[in-house]
Each structure stands twice: as C-alpha cells, then as structure tokens.
C-alpha cells in the first residue's frame, strides 16, 4: 500500500503548490485534492489550470491519489429539491472531467444524507426517498464514470445514510457498475461498528481508503484524534486490507487540524501512517 495526504489536512489548504511540496517534504508518496466551488482547482477552473496541478505535481515528484469534494454538504444528491440534486450531479461530472485531467482513478463522493448533525438546519430527507433518489443519481452517473474512466467512489460519512456495510455494499451491486464503489473511511465508522468487519464485507468494492483515528469517549466531532491516538484496531484493519487484496493508497485525511504550528499534523501524520504500515516503528 502507497501513503496519501489529502489537502484538507493542511493549514492553508487553498495554496496548492504549498501543499503540493510540503507533502513531498512530510515523506508522502501521493496527495488528494479537492473541488471547491470557486478559488483554485473549483468549478470555475479551466482544464488548463487542472493539467497545471498535475504537471506540478509531476515536476515535485509525487502522485496525485484522487480527487474529493466537500460541496455534496451543500448540494445533496439526495435533497427533496430537484435543482439540488441535478447540481450534485452536475458537480460528479465535473470532478469526474477533472480527475481524468489529474490523472487519478476515483474520485471521493458523498451520496447524499438522511440528516447532518453537525450543520444547523440541514434538511432531514425520509430515508426511503433518499435511498431512491441516491440509487437513480449514482446509477446516470455510472456512465459518465465510465467515459472518463475514473471510478465514483462513495464514501461512508456522518449522513444517517446507508450505515452498515451490508447496506452499503447492497447500494453498491444494485448500481451494478465497475466504476463505482466505496471510498472507505476508517475512522467514520467507529462510533457505531468495526473498520475492518467493513472492509472484509466490501472487499474489491473498496476503490480508495482514507485513515483518520477516532476516540470513542470523547463522542461527537470531538472524538476525531491523531493517527494512533484513537480506538481504531489498526494491526487490524492492515490485515483486512491485506485480506483482501488491497494495494492502493491509503490516504490520511486529518480533520479537524492543529490550533498552533497547523502543518506540523502533516509529519505526524507521516510518520504514524509509516508505523501503521510496518516501515518503521520508532
């Protein structure tokens, strides 16, 4: 498995190039990205300016991974608005443009939500309606994902949606589609299961896998912890991976940040994702 650093991780994530030579710096073999909806790499960009990061990158020496998104917060596949969800889906197809620009394979994708307790005054979709209408956007999508060549990924978020590994990987074969699979986030799920039950029930769906750690007594926003700080079973979540034939990037995705010396979690980061893979313990 290669070791990934998604941008969100660093202080000051709007300078590409900054993050771009500070992940080389950290000991990382690759980055993630992610559309935004105006400023750098967003959906006002060119695809001049895209091939740009992808040259930049190539020039520092490191691997673009994927490419994420945060708008789905805002714009749900799964909103009881049609204009929304069309948006979302017009966002997927623009990342999906982007990421074949960048030269990545998936990109990260939030299927939508039930309800977010963490934005005030979210809409609160009935889950059969959301299940419906994430299932008809992801299955359109499908094909476009395709044309691209670059796999959706969906991942496992706080969205009161799709919240078993059985359900997800349900969702998953009902879209029936090489291109779309799971975008597994480890530290997601721990306040209500096991990583590694996950990834053995998912198995070849799992596209891309982000690390974060996660401490169950703390509850709420405030449980997300350092690499190893956390109750994630990482021994075991290697062998699951390991299990299943995962040799991908796993990408450390570090929310929420430092208060003092922001950057300094990106060689943390670095080093406690050497020690989880068995490159050095120190």
Not at 77 to 91: C, F, G, M, V, W
Not at 113 to 128: H, K, L, Q, T
Not at 168 to 192: E, H, K, P, Q, T
Not at 268 to 282: H, K
Request: with cysteine; charged share 20%.
């Amino acid at each position: 498995m290669k070791k990934g650093i998604n941008i969100w991780s660093f202080s000051g994530g709007t300078d590409i190039a900054s993050c771009i030579a500070l992940a080389k710096e950290a000991g990382f073999e690759g980055i993630e990205l992610a559309l935004n909806e105006t400023g750098p790499l967003s959906l006002e960009s060119s695809a001049e300016e895209v091939r740009g990061y992808r040259k930049l990158a190539d020039e520092t020496g490191i691997e673009m991974t994927s490419l994420a998104s945060g708008l789905y917060w805002t714009y749900s596949l799964t909103s009881s608005e049609a204009a929304k969800r069309t948006k979302a889906q017009d966002i997927v197809k623009k990342q999906l443009e982007f990421a074949e620009a960048l030269g990545v394979d998936t990109i990260l994708v939030v299927p939508g939500a039930v309800g977010v307790d963490f934005i005030p005054g979210s809409e609160v979709v009935p889950y059969d309606a959301a299940y419906e209408y994430a299932l008809e956007g992801i299955s359109k999508l499908a094909a476009d994902a395709e044309a691209h060549r670059v796999s959706i990924g969906i991942e496992n978020v706080w969205n009161k949606f799709l919240l078993s590994p059985l359900e997800m990987r349900g969702f998953i074969d009902s879209v029936n589609s090489a291109y779309v699979g799971a975008y597994f986030d480890v530290g997601n799920v721990l306040y209500s299961g096991y990583p590694e039950h996950w990834i053995r029930i998912l198995g070849e769906r799992i596209k891309k896998v982000h690390f974060k750690d996660y401490r169950r007594e703390a509850g709420g926003l405030y449980g997300f912890v350092d690499l190893l700080a956390g109750d994630v079973n990482y021994p075991e979540v290697v062998k699951a991976l390991q299990e299943i034939g995962y040799d991908g990037y796993v990408i450390g995705e570090m929310i929420p940040g430092y208060t003092h010396h922001g950057n300094q979690i990106v060689f943390n980061t670095s080093a406690s994702m050497d020690a989880i893979l068995g490159r050095t313990v120190r």
